[in-house]
């Protein structure tokens, strides 16, 4: 798959579609919305966006899309899930609801709704090494947090507490956080950069 735009997909199940697509067309990439298998076998890259994981793991199923994206994420595509995206993104989920399944790929195990409810939402400045200057405005909405994850997987970014927020293995990225929301584009741009290594 070539061109000159990197063509990223926004897996539009449910949740904070718009938002990714926004930020994505803003860094130049080719954006499309993901609902069926073939249109994610046209996109070099995808977003899994928040929303509720249970909800976009059930409607998955119902679109055919969960094994195709078991297979595209084990080959190496590029994916940065968000809040619910890292959620379905890890290979183990601590408090999923019954028969609740993720896609994987993610060396971690993730607990939902680690926050509280959507009351307990806020916003924090975090430090990530990766980035430098300036903080990363993180807003939390009903996040997850990491609490185990395996040797290949690199902290990226914690609370002050020290839960783990954000973390990237090989093609995968994940935050507990929206970055989308408060206009931080550089997760974004980290995996355009893991797409263009991909397609050259």
């Not at 579609?17 to 919305?33: C, D, F, K, N, Q």
């Not at 070099?44 to 899309?65: C, H, T």
């Not at 595209?72 to 028969?99: M, Q």
Request: a negative charge; aromatic letters at 4%; one cysteine or more.
């Amino acid at each position: 798959m070539g061109g000159d735009a990197p063509r990223i997909g926004v897996l539009a199940l449910q949740g904070d579609v718009r938002e990714h697509v926004r930020i994505l067309r803003l860094l130049g990439a080719g954006v499309r919305t993901v609902r069926r298998p073939a249109e994610l076998a046209e996109v070099d890259g995808l977003v899994i966006p928040g929303g509720e994981s249970s909800v976009i793991d059930k409607l998955s199923r119902a679109f055919g899309m969960r094994d195709p994206l078991r297979r595209a994420i084990a080959d190496g595509l590029p994916v940065y899930g968000t809040c619910a995206g890292l959620i379905l993104l890890a290979d183990e989920v601590l408090d999923g609801l019954p028969g609740q399944e993720s896609f994987g790929g993610l060396d971690v195990a993730v607990r939902r709704n680690a926050f509280g409810s959507q009351l307990d939402s806020f916003e924090s400045d975090l430090r990530v090494e990766v980035f430098g200057e300036p903080p990363v405005k993180a807003v939390f909405i009903r996040a997850p947090v990491v609490e185990r994850w395996g040797a290949g997987v690199e902290i990226l970014a914690t609370l002050d507490d020290g839960r783990v927020v954000a973390v990237e293995q090989g093609n995968l990225l994940g935050t507990s956080f929206h970055p989308e929301v408060s206009d931080e584009t550089r997760f974004h741009e980290r995996l355009l950069e893991r797409v263009r290594a991909r397609l050259n």
